[in-house]
């Protein structure tokens, strides 16, 4: 077996599976994205039924750091819409005045050590 060949996150690292995972992905986000959320809208939207979708696949197959960095990003991008917001203050706690997300690497490791 290669080096770029065998399976990853969301299955092998072929080019026809990687446009296979952008569909999904832009699929599951363009939905939401014809609706004019505010921002505490989008946030809910994230929280609810974005997580989850990706919480199904990563509570078994653990995602590369590139995955995880690509998934983080589209997220960062719906959440914030055209508002320029900094990363910290996305994933800062509400209690602190921010948005409130959660990391993906932190959330998946959680997610994950439920099995252990």
Do not use: C, H
């Not at 599976?17 to 609706?35: P, Q, V």
Request: glycine share 4%; net charge positive.
């Amino acid at each position: 077996m290669k080096k770029n060949e065998g399976s990853s996150f969301f299955g092998t690292k072929e080019k026809d599976e990687d446009l296979r995972s952008k569909k999904r992905r832009s699929f599951a986000i363009a939905n939401w994205e014809l609706f004019y959320f505010t921002l505490p809208g989008r946030i809910a939207v994230y929280k609810t039924l974005l997580m989850p979708q990706l919480n199904y696949i990563a509570a078994i197959l653990t995602p590369t750091p590139e995955i995880i960095e690509r998934i983080s990003t589209i997220f960062e991008r719906f959440v914030s819409n055209s508002i320029n917001i900094s990363k910290k203050r996305l994933y800062l706690s509400t209690d602190e005045g921010r948005l409130g997300l959660f990391k993906l690497e932190n959330f998946i490791a959680a997610l994950q050590s439920m099995w252990i």
